[in-house]
């Protein structure tokens, strides 16, 4: 099992950049495929970017393609989230997530444990 808390959410203006981080408890972090989700007022939760458990693979929603990275320290049992260029459209609590499936994910149902999240709100 891993317990997740994210960090790194505020207010900030449209073109602005963002870090979050995603600290996993645990011993096994390495082994867990990770992903970030977020959700907005009134919609549902949905996938941004995930990371293999090496770090070797990542995949991105089409909407953050070119402006989020997402990556991994397994030494720090922490995942990232860098997020440049942020829009209006980027305001949502963000998520992250561990998975025990192998490769890179991008279903809600493939992850079993979840952060509590944190706001991102970027103002025009």
């Known amino acids: 099992q891993v317990q997740l808390e994210e960090s790194g959410g505020g207010l900030v203006q449209a073109g602005d950049s963002l870090r979050l981080s995603c600290a996993a408890s645990g011993r096994t972090f390495s082994r867990y495929t990770m992903g970030w989700f977020r959700q907005a007022p009134g919609k549902e939760r949905e996938f941004v970017a995930t990371i293999s458990w090496s770090g070797g693979s990542t995949y991105y929603a089409d909407s953050v393609k070119g402006r989020f990275t997402i990556s991994r320290d397994n030494a720090k049992n922490t995942v990232y989230l860098q997020m440049n260029s942020l829009k209006p459209e980027d305001t949502a609590v963000y998520y992250c997530?561990?998975?025990?499936?192998?490769?890179?994910?991008?279903?809600?149902?493939?992850?079993?444990?979840w952060g509590q999240g944190t706001q991102v709100t970027v103002s025009s």
């Open positions: 997530a561990a998975s025990g499936y192998f490769g890179t994910r991008s279903r809600k149902d493939e992850y079993p444990y």
